[in-house]
């Protein structure tokens, strides 16, 4: 073969090593492992909150969510905290896992905390974004999240 030829193709095949057919699927299926161990929304104690508590928090899909710490309104009854750990970093694989502890804010007791788990990449090499995975799904966590909540009722 050609050197002309030859080394273009040596650099392609080599931004294809990090891809494997049924790769992700192992990958996917670790998260799904890992996901069953701890992953979703475990709630310790129950949020009390007014409705007026509930115009200071975010809110997902017309669900209320914990602001983080740092863009909480000062106000605000609770407030989460999100630590990223890389767990794989290789071969086109990044997989992680994220908490968010969730604070009451008065005592900064923690009332709540939710765990994921995401793979991203391992695709074969093209322009278009990465594939990712994530367990629980998002929508599930805010879904779950919702019972953390007891909406006072009162003249507010």
């Given amino acids: 073969m050609k050197p002309a030829l030859f080394l273009p193709l040596l ?14 699927a192992h990958w996917d299926e670790e998260v799904r492992r890992l996901c069953m161990d701890d992953g979703g929304v475990r709630i310790f104690r129950s949020l009390r909150i007014s409705k007026k508590d509930i115009d200071l928090m975010d809110k ?45 804010r008065f005592d900064e007791a923690v009332i709540a905390r939710w765990v994921t788990y995401t ?27 919702q019972q953390l909540f007891v909406i006072e009722s009162g003249k507010e």
């Fill in 11 to 24: 650099f392609l095949l080599q931004g294809c090593a990090g891809y494997l057919p049924g790769r992700q």
């Fill in 119 to 145: 793979r991203s990449g391992g695709d074969f090499p093209s322009p278009l974004h990465e594939s990712s995975f994530t367990c629980p799904d998002l929508k599930e966590i805010a879904n779950d999240l």
């Fill in 60 to 104: 997902v899909d017309g669900k209320i969510a914990v602001p983080n710490r740092q863009t909480a309104h000062p106000a605000a009854p609770a407030y989460s905290e999100l630590t990223v750990t890389s767990l794989k970093r290789e071969g086109g694989i990044h997989m992680w896992r994220a908490e968010s502890v969730i604070r009451r």
